[in-house]
């Protein structure tokens, strides 16, 4: 009886797990191989949902270059320190901050986001074409720590530049319809474009 029950169960899993597994794996909803939600700790416990959420701190104050740089977009000590100067002194982990700031160190973030060397990105064409953060890196402004929301593979980029409204919830509709089946798209998607 016992046996039944629990060979039924196991019998249930495979005839119903198998296909889910390939319809997830087919569809790259999975992912394997990318980092999707990779979520590292870092040395000063930083929340993007304290400042940038419930104190509604522009991105912009801290990602100052993130339009113009691929380095250096996480703020140095000097912008948390117009603040740390003075808002919650008396905090350790605030004390570490100005620790570092006096001696001159910096803090050492652990990045997040990490394409392959082949691959150029450039967040200022995103920016002026009017994208939002959070249609690539998700609703930071809730995180307590940030993972890694998209999962910045090829076909990630290219369904977008396509013009896939999957992959571009901003498109309006009027946008959707006129990519579709069409040889316009809304960004380029020569190989040469994304690649050295
Ligand atoms: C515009 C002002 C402002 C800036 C800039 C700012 N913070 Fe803050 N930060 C705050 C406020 C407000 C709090 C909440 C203070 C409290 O709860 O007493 C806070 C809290 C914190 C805390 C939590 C302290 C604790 O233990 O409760 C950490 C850690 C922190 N900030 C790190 C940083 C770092 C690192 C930077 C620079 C990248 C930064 N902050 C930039 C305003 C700022
Ligand atoms: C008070 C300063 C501050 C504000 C405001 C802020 N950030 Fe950050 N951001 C940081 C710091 C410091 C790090 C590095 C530590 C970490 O990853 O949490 C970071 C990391 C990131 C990363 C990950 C970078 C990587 O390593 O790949 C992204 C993406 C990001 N921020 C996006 C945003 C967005 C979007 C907003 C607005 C909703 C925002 N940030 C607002 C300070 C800030
Ligand atoms: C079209 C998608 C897209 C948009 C829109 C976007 N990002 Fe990014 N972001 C990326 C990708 C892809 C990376 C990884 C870049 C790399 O590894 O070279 C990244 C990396 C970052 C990093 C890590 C440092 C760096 O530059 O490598 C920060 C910080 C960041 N983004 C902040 C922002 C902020 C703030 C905004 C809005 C003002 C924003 N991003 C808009 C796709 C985007
Ligand atoms: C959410 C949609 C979206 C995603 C995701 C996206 N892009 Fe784009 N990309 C655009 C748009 C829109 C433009 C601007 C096209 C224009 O203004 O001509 C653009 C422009 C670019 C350009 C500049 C093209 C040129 O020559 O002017 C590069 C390079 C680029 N994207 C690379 C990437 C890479 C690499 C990724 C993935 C890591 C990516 N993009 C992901 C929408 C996206
Ligand atoms: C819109 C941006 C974009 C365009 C256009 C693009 N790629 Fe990519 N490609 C990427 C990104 C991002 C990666 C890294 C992530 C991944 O491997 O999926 C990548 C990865 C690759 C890889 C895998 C390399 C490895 O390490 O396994 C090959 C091969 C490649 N691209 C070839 C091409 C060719 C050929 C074209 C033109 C037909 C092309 N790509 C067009 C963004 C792009």
Redesign the pocket.
């Known amino acids: 009886m016992v046996k039944k029950i629990v060979g039924g169960i196991v019998g249930l899993t495979v005839v119903v797990g198998l296909p889910v597994f390939v319809y997830l794996l087919t569809n790259n909803k999975l992912s394997i191989g990318y980092n999707i939600g990779y979520e590292p700790t870092?040395p000063v416990p930083?929340s993007?949902k304290l400042?940038?959420g419930d104190n509604k701190?522009?991105?912009k104050?801290?990602?100052t270059n993130v339009g113009v740089s691929r380095n250096s977009?996480?703020?140095s000590l000097n912008?948390?320190m117009n603040c740390h100067l003075s808002v919650a002194v008396g905090k350790p982990e605030i004390q570490k901050l100005q620790k570092n700031y006096a001696e001159g160190k910096s803090?050492p973030?652990?990045?997040?986001?990490?394409l392959p060397d082949h691959v150029k990105f450039n967040h200022s064409k995103h920016i002026m074409a009017g994208k939002e953060?959070?249609t690539c890196?998700g609703p930071?402004?809730k995180m307590e720590?940030?993972y890694?929301y998209s999962d910045l593979s090829m076909g990630w980029c290219v369904n977008c530049h396509r013009g896939d409204p999957n992959y571009d919830p901003q498109l309006t509709a009027e946008e959707v319809k006129k990519y579709e089946g069409s040889d316009h798209s809304q960004a380029p998607i020569n190989c040469s474009t994304c690649h050295y």
């Open positions: 870092q930083f993007h400042h940038a701190i522009d991105c104050y801290c990602h977009a996480v703020p912008i948390c803090i973030w652990i990045k997040v986001h990490m953060c959070s890196h930071i402004e720590k940030v890694q």
